[in-house]
């Protein structure tokens, strides 16, 4: 039986949701902030104020949409993809994706 070695492609997709939870989460709050600061009308009133907040939920839920998305399909991507493979696969693997 072939001895089996960390898939390259499972390493790199874990390290990959690894740096990017923390900087989604970020960005959220990031943007969380200010919107619920100016949300609740002390910030700004008057029919400007209220054009500006429904453009900016647009903008926030857009963020929030996406960053589930990119979320989303690293963790199928990482759940499709065995941890473990044989050697001569892994060496494909790494010239596929240019892998180290």
Known sequence: MA?????PLYAA???????????VQEIEQRVDGPYLHFHNGA???????RRFDE??????????TSNDRILSELRQALAGT?????????KT????????
């Open 3 to 7: 001895q089996l070695v960390t898939n």
């Open 13 to 23: 997709l874990t390290d990959a949701l690894r740096t990017i939870e923390p900087l």
């Open 43 to 49: 910030v700004w009133t008057g029919a400007a104020a």
């Open 55 to 64: 453009e900016f939920s647009r903008h926030r839920s857009r963020v929030r």
């Open 82 to 90: 065995p941890p473990e493979v044989t050697e001569e696969q892994a």
């Open 93 to 100: 693997i790494r010239i596929r994706y240019g892998l180290p």
